[in-house]
């Protein structure tokens, strides 16, 4: 295990198994014996939450998916969310989806996926939290089931560019 300053600590690393469903590792100190660390490390796929930072600097409550050790920008959260018709990560059915071109023109798309359900990048966290709100709206004011009104599922690409270069704000490509 590192410490703060990036050094080795001698360890025990011991795993406690209280129930059926959880189990639980702990990080303990070789020399002192204190607990340095713990996590519940029971594999438990579906809906998670996170709180993440959008590029207004806002704190912003999120919607994502573990998905075998990952997590991804996938909101399956919404009514519109089909888990008998979907394949995670690749094509989940009903969902919100937030994806990366990683400053190419579309042909380098990816998923925005993190190993501890932790967001750093800031365009990814707006895009995925207003496709949120978007959903909200035409559900609430016009009553339709996503933007299609069948509940299709709503793709969000962050990161694109043009010509090498990062694209200038957002748009709606229909």
Avoid at 6 to 22: F, G, M
Avoid at 36 to 52: E, Q, V
Avoid at 83 to 102: C, E, M, Q, Y
Avoid at 125 to 152: C, L, M, P, T, W
């Amino acid at each position: 295990l590192l410490d703060a300053g990036d050094a080795l600590l001698p360890v025990y690393v011991v795993e406690i198994r209280p129930n059926l469903r959880d189990r639980w590792r702990v990080f303990v100190d070789a020399e002192s014996g204190a607990v340095l660390r713990s996590y519940n490390a029971t594999c438990s796929d579906g809906p998670a939450k996170a709180a993440a930072r959008d590029l207004g600097g806002q704190s912003r409550d999120i919607d994502t998916y573990l998905h075998q050790g990952s997590y991804y920008l996938i909101d399956a959260s919404r009514p519109m969310f089909d888990a008998g018709a979907s394949v995670f990560p690749d094509n989940p059915v009903g969902a919100i989806l937030t994806l990366d071109a990683h400053e190419t023109a579309l042909d380098n798309v990816t998923h925005v996926s993190s190993a501890n359900n932790s967001w750093n990048d800031a365009s990814s966290v707006s895009a995925h939290a207003n496709a949120g709100v978007v959903y909200e709206y035409f559900r609430d004011v016009h009553q339709r089931d996503a933007i299609d009104g069948k509940g299709s599922t709503m793709i969000s690409v962050v990161n694109v560019g043009e010509n090498g270069a990062p694209m200038e704000n957002a748009f709606w490509n229909g």
